[in-house]
């Protein structure tokens, strides 16, 4: 509710409109299917503009969600010391998409009973996961034991993770090409 006796009217395009009685405003505003939203009310005149305010708050909204982004959250893959090759290739690749998500990924290598007493395997366990996932990841946190487990904490390096990805569409692109047969004169598909 306006309650001042004179404001200055600006249109939804940014225009002047000048100063009218509120009456007169919210009448123009009616007309033109919006509503009369005081923008600036310790203004003398007070400040009001026409716009839909249904879509105003719908697009304010929407703005504040998309600065919110993506929070990078700690995902875990866990290992042990006899991982096979396969089984490591296996769960290395779902820590590859969770470093290309963006997340970070702790690596932990459990031990059990005897296996505590080789505790290099482990390392060398993690040492080919650092090798392996190769420079999309940052070693965040070296690898330490806690009771009985090793593990690190690999963060995501945004610049390799571009590369990556920019390599990845230019071979997709590459494969289109190729699978989309020429004709020998350059004319587009064969027998068309």
């Given amino acids: 509710m306006i309650r001042a006796a004179e404001i200055r009217v600006i249109a939804d395009d940014g225009e002047q409109l000048g100063v009218m009685t509120p009456e007169a405003a919210i009448a123009r505003a009616e ?7 005081e923008v600036s009310p310790a203004a003398r005149p007070p400040v ?49 998409r969770f470093l290309m998500e963006g997340d970070k990924v702790k690596v932990t290598v459990m031990y059990r009973g005897r296996e505590m007493v080789h505790r290099e395997i482990g390392r060398k366990q993690l040492d080919r996961v650092v090798e392996l996932i190769g420079p999309i990841a940052a070693v965040e946190n070296p690898p330490r034991m806690e009771g009985r487990f090793l593990s690190m904490i690999l963060a995501p390096n945004r610049e390799a993770i571009e590369k990556e990805r920019k390599a990845e569409q230019r071979a997709a692109r590459a494969e289109a090409e190729a699978a989309s047969p020429v004709s020998p004169d350059g004319a587009g598909p064969q027998g068309a």
């Avoid at 007309?31 to 939203?37: C, H, K, P, S």
């Fill in 31 to 37: 007309e033109a299917g919006l509503d009369l939203v």
């Fill in 48 to 96: 009001c503009r026409s716009m839909d305010y249904g879509r105003y708050k719908y697009e304010q909204k929407k703005k504040a969600n998309k600065s919110k982004g993506h929070a990078a959250s700690l995902k875990e893959v866990k290992l042990r010391p006899r991982t096979d090759q396969h089984d490591l290739d296996f769960k290395l690749k779902n820590a590859r």
